[in-house]
C-alpha cells in the first residue's frame, strides 16, 4: 500500500537520530511506486538528510527507463542518483545512447542531482529466488536478459555453470569471485541466497560518463566509484589513472573525480585538498602500477603497500545523529548537509 506521510517522516527522523547520513532507495530490488518514491525524496529533502536512490520503480526498472522518471520525481528537490553507468548497459537503447540521455538529464537539473559512476566490469548483485523459482529483484534479471538466459533458478543455475554469474565468497579472509562448480554448490547450498555478480558494465559507457563535461568545462558526472567495498573490484584508482594515461583526464581532474567531488558532494569540506586546516588524509599512488601504495587519514598511516596498519574510525552523522554518536563512545564529526553540494542553495 500507500507509505503514509506519517511513516515516512518518522523513518527519516528516525534514520537521522540514531546517527545515519541519510536514506538510500534501492529501486532495484525493493521498489515503490514513482509516487512513493518521489515523496521519500521530499521529505529526506525536507529534513536535510543524504538522499541518494538506485534508480527503478514498480513503474519501471534500474535501467534507462527509470532514469526517464527521475525529472518528475525530484521535481524541485535534490537527488544523488548512484552509479550512473548501471543504467546504461545497452538494455533500452543502445548503450552509447542511454549515456548521452542519461547525461543530458544530469546536465539539465545540474543544479539539483549529484552523481557518479564506477568503472568495474563486474556489477554487484544478489542470486535470490522466491518459491515458485522465479529470481525476484530486477537487477539479476536484467543481467540474465541480457544474455538469453531466463529469469528463473534453472537460469541463474546455469548462468553460474556458463562462467556467466560468479557467486561471492570469502577464503581465509580474502573476497573473491567463486565461478563454475563451486559457485553452484554456494548458490544451492544457500538457496539462491547469495551474493553475485556478472560482467554486465561496459567499458565504454565508464569512459563515456567518466570524462563528459558540460560548456563551462566542468564535469557532469560528479566522481568515480567503487559501488561497494564488499566485491573484490574497487579499482577506481586503476583506471582512473588509465584514463590520465589515455588522455581523456588531466592529474589534477583524476584528483577532482577521486577526492575533491565526492568531498563536495557530501559536505566534507575538509577533504579533498591541500591547504592549512585541512583535514590530512592522503593517499600516495605508483604512476608505473597504477596502485595505491600508502594511505594517512588525519596525518596516521592506515594502509602501507596493500597491507592495513590503522585501527579505529570516526563517525561522520548529521546534527540530528550527535547525540547517538556521542552516546556510542566513539569519535564523531557533526557534518552540516546544508553545505553539500548536494544540498547548495536549497531553500526547500
Not at 522466491?130 to 539479476?140: L, Q
Not at 563517525?315 to 552540516?336: E, H, I, W
Request: charged letters at 20%; glycine letters at 10%; proline letters at 4%.
Amino acid at each position: 500500500g500507500r507509505l503514509s506521510q506519517t511513516v515516512l517522516r518518522d523513518t527519516v527522523t528516525s534514520a537521522l537520530r540514531q546517527g545515519c547520513y541519510g536514506i538510500k532507495i534501492l529501486g532495484g530490488y525493493h521498489p515503490f511506486t514513482p509516487e512513493d518514491s518521489a515523496r521519500v525524496i521530499a521529505e529526506s529533502n525536507s529534513q536535510r538528510a543524504y538522499i541518494a536512490f538506485h534508480l527503478g520503480t514498480t513503474e519501471s526498472g534500474s535501467h534507462l527507463e527509470g532514469f526517464r522518471e527521475v525529472p518528475q520525481m525530484v521535481g524541485d528537490g535534490r537527488l544523488h542518483v548512484c552509479h550512473v553507468n548501471s543504467y546504461c548497459r545497452g538494455v533500452i537503447e543502445d548503450a552509447s545512447d542511454e549515456c548521452d540521455e542519461a547525461l543530458d538529464i544530469l546536465h539539465g537539473m545540474s543544479d539539483q542531482l549529484v552523481s557518479e559512476a564506477y568503472h568495474a566490469i563486474q556489477n554487484g548483485t544478489t542470486g535470490l529466488c522466491d518459491s515458485d523459482g522465479n529470481v525476484i529483484a530486477d537487477v539479476p534479471r536484467n543481467c540474465l536478459r541480457l544474455r538469453g538466459y531466463d529469469t528463473t533458478y534453472q537460469g541463474m543455475r546455469q548462468a553460474i555453470m556458463d562462467g556467466y554469474g560468479s557467486v561471492v565468497a570469502q577464503k581465509g579472509g580474502q573476497i573473491y569471485y567463486a565461478r563454475r562448480q563451486e559457485a553452484l554448490n554456494l548458490f544451492e547450498r544457500a538457496r539462491s541466497n547469495v551474493g553475485m555478480s556478472f560482467p554486465v558494465n561496459l567499458s565504454s559507457s565508464a569512459f563515456t560518463l567518466s570524462s563528459a563535461k558540460n560548456a563551462n568545462d566542468e564535469f557532469i558526472v560528479d566522481a568515480v566509484s567503487t559501488d561497494g567495498g564488499s566485491h573484490p573490484r574497487n579499482v577506481a584508482i586503476q583506471t582512473t589513472m588509465a584514463l590520465v594515461e589515455f588522455g581523456a583526464l588531466t592529474p589534477l581532474e583524476m584528483a577532482e573525480k577521486l577526492s575533491w567531488g565526492p568531498a563536495r558532494m557530501m559536505g566534507l569540506w575538509n577533504k579533498g585538498h591541500f591547504t592549512p586546516g585541512a583535514d590530512a588524509d592522503i593517499t600516495i599512488l605508483d604512476p608505473q602500477r597504477n596502485k595505491a601504495v600508502m594511505s594517512f587519514v588525519a596525518g596516521s598511516m592506515i594502509m602501507h603497500y596493500g597491507r592495513p596498519v590503522g585501527s579505529g574510525g570516526t563517525l561522520l552523522v548529521t546534527p540530528q545523529g550527535k547525540s547517538a554518536a556521542k552516546d556510542s563512545g566513539l569519535p564523531y564529526q557533526v557534518v552540516d548537509l546544508s553545505e553539500s553540494k548536494l544540498y547548495a542553495g536549497y531553500t526547500g
